[in-house]
């Protein structure tokens, strides 16, 4: 089941249309120590609190249910923009924000500039499910971030726990997800999370 929910991941992670040269060797030549990073630092913070790494790949998730995989689930909000943090779906339950800050951090005195932070989410999510003792993949990488989010957007496109099995079941296959596929995904997070 983690197998399938992994794969599941990484198929929303890297089938955007957006995305037209996705590759996993993006950063070889401009940030090389990016993978190093990241995967240091996700081991840190899930040795300080085992349940980050599902907050991690549930923070990724979130951001792609919500027009793609784009690091929008990470601005703030400002006086013209409400952001994503604030979805019913986000509110009180999306973790992980201050772990991508400090990957974020380390990359910038490494190669500033460099890597978006929609490949951070995506990696960081990719090496939590490894050091918690699931499969790995290759992540392709080449993604830009988003420059506006939408509070609207996300609360009506991540599903909550209180949505009925037919909404939910609707949401997923939207996606092109089976109801077998979304019961995966979903019963990985709660066995993460535990």
């Known amino acids: ?29 401009s940030c ?19 349940r980050m790494g599902a907050s991690l ?38 973790r992980g924000f201050k772990v991508v800050d400090s990957i ?8 500033p500039g460099v890597v978006s932070c929609a490949d951070i989410l995506a990696l960081a999510a990719r090496d939590s499910v490894v050091i918690l003792g699931g499969p790995d993949w290759n992540v392709e990488l080449g993604r830009r971030d988003a420059r506006t989010a939408s509070l609207a957007d996300a609360n009506n496109g991540i599903p ?18 089976s109801t077998k596929e979304l019961v995966a995904l979903t019963g990985l997070f709660r066995s993460y999370n535990r």
């Not at 909550?160 to 997800?177: C, E, P, Q, V």
């Open 1 to 29: 089941m983690i197998t399938l929910a992994v794969t599941l991941v990484f198929l929303i992670s890297s089938s955007s249309s957006a995305y037209n040269k996705l590759s996993p060797d993006f950063y070889s030549q």
């Open 57 to 94: 790949l549930r923070l990724h998730f979130h951001d792609c249910f919500v027009n793609g995989c784009d690091a929008s689930i990470l601005l703030d909000d400002t006086p013209s923009l409400k952001g994503e943090k604030g979805a019913a779906a986000n509110l009180n339950s999306a």
């Open 104 to 111: 974020k951090t380390e990359l910038e005195d490494k190669c």
């Open 160 to 177: 909550l726990s209180n949505w009925t099995l037919d909404a939910i079941i609707s949401r997923f296959s939207a996606f092109g997800f």
């Open 32 to 50: 090389p120590n990016l993978l190093a990073t990241v995967k240091s630092v996700v081991q840190d913070a899930i040795k300080k609190e085992a």
